[in-house]
């Protein structure tokens, strides 16, 4: 839409001077507005006529790679880019991955009070905390009992996991 002093005017409303009428202004004719509006008139019919017409092959022309991205819609506006494939995701998309053959780290057992922030364990991923609770149970009737000690492993990805604290348990760190 183009503002004016009057209003937004769409540029489908805008004149247009007929070819006919260019010719005879170059040439120093004098034109008056009955002549214009008839060669405007006839220009239009000219151009509803070919836009109904079939499309034929031989009047294509075909897109070359460098031409750039852009999409023209019927009604002459332009749509956005095509996406582009890439051979690298993006960082903010990038899903973290163990890479096995990371300089000076292997797969280790060890006990689960060893454990440490950043150790990588098969179904929890990255270590984001690990601590200590006391497992409380009821014996000989008595509630509340200190029964060993756990190990609460807590992943990145929020995925927990409880281990008794001696257990083995393998976890992917450096030697």
């Not at 005017?9 to 005879?24: C, F, G, Y």
């Not at 990255?126 to 060993?148: F, K, L, N, Q, S």
Request: proline share 7%; net charge neutral; charged share 25%.
């Amino acid at each position: 839409m183009a503002k004016t002093a009057l209003g937004e005017i769409s540029p489908d409303a805008l004149p247009v001077i007929p070819d006919k009428v260019t010719e005879k202004i170059e040439a120093g004719e004098d034109v008056s507005a009955e002549y214009i509006a008839g060669a405007a008139r006839e220009q239009a019919a000219e151009r509803a006529r070919r836009q109904a017409g079939p499309v034929h092959l031989e009047d294509l022309t075909a897109v070359s790679r460098n031409d750039p991205r852009i999409a023209m819609s019927f009604d002459g506006a332009s749509l956005p880019k095509a996406p582009q494939t890439r051979r690298v995701i993006p960082p903010p998309f990038r899903r973290p991955r163990i890479a096995i053959d990371h300089h000076g780290k292997s797969w280790q057992l060890c006990r689960a009070d060893e454990i440490a922030r950043g150790d990588i364990i098969p179904g929890i991923g990255a270590v984001a905390a690990a601590y200590p609770y006391i497992r409380r149970d009821t014996i000989a009737g008595t509630e509340g009992v200190a029964a060993g000690t756990d190990i609460r492993v807590t992943g990145a990805g929020g995925s927990v996991a409880v281990y008794d604290a001696a257990e083995s348990v393998r976890v992917f760190r450096k030697q």
